[in-house]
T-cell receptor, first 113, second 114 residues
């Protein structure tokens, strides 16, 4: 069974600063997909960034980037120039080819003005 | 249109009631999902439909009954629920078998069982 671990239950960052959220996973699969989802308070879950395991290049989406270390089974999310609207619960997720997606416990990020 | 809609937004039901949750997407996605999310916890996968066929059932109690009438619609029929079933129920969809597999989530139905 696949497990996803987020070791930071809560984090905070000053506006305009950079923060990194950690995620590790355990799998025996060679091909899989990794995601970071954001769930603002009382709002919809939205996709932040995705990474295919077969791609060596780290994914980036504007201020969001990942550090994907396949051998170490690590998938961290870096948020640059943090904004107040980044305040949310962030979930790391792992998915095999069969649409079975598993989430980590989440990291609650607070961006302070 | 990258939207997944869910109705109702809120639902309060007694333990003897029968109700249904509805989910709709018009993105041409062929996989649809039901998740259960308790407060301050991650979503837990309940069911997956792929091409309108149930492909994953995570040992969910039979008081939850999913239905996929067509590729755009997904229902979750509820009967004889328990108070511990109170949660946010999320629907999601994805392309399945092609594309990049990311799931798009609806806003959820907040269910309270009294």
């Amino acid at each position: 069974a696949q497990t996803v671990t987020q070791s930071q239950p809560e984090m905070s960052v000053q506006e305009a600063e950079t923060v990194t959220l950690s995620c590790t996973y355990d799998t025996s699969e060679s091909n899989y997909y990794l995601f970071w989802y954001k769930q603002p308070p009382s709002r919809q879950m939205i996709l932040v960034i995705r990474q295919e395991a077969y791609k060596q290049q780290n994914a980036t989406e504007n201020r969001f980037s990942v550090n994907f270390q396949k051998a170490a089974k690590s998938f961290s999310l870096k948020i640059s120039d943090s904004q107040l609207g980044d305040t949310a619960m962030y979930f790391c997720a792992f998915m095999k080819n069969n649409n079975d997606m598993r989430f980590g416990a989440g990291t609650r990020l607070t961006v302070k003005p | 249109d990258t939207e997944v809609t869910q109705t109702p937004k809120h639902l309060v039901m007694g333990m003897t009631n029968k109700k249904s949750l509805k989910c709709e997407q018009h993105m041409g996605h062929r996989a649809m999902y039901w998740y259960k999310q308790k407060a301050k916890k991650p979503p837990e996968l309940m069911f997956v439909y792929s091409y309108e066929k149930l492909s994953i059932n995570e040992s969910v109690p039979s008081r939850f009954s999913p239905e996929c009438p067509n590729s755009s619609l997904l229902n979750l029929h509820l009967h004889a629920l328990q108070p511990e079933d109170s949660a946010l129920y999320l629907c999601a969809s994805s392309q399945d078998r092609t594309g990049t597999y990311e799931q798009y989530f609806g806003p959820g139905t907040r269910l309270t069982v009294t």
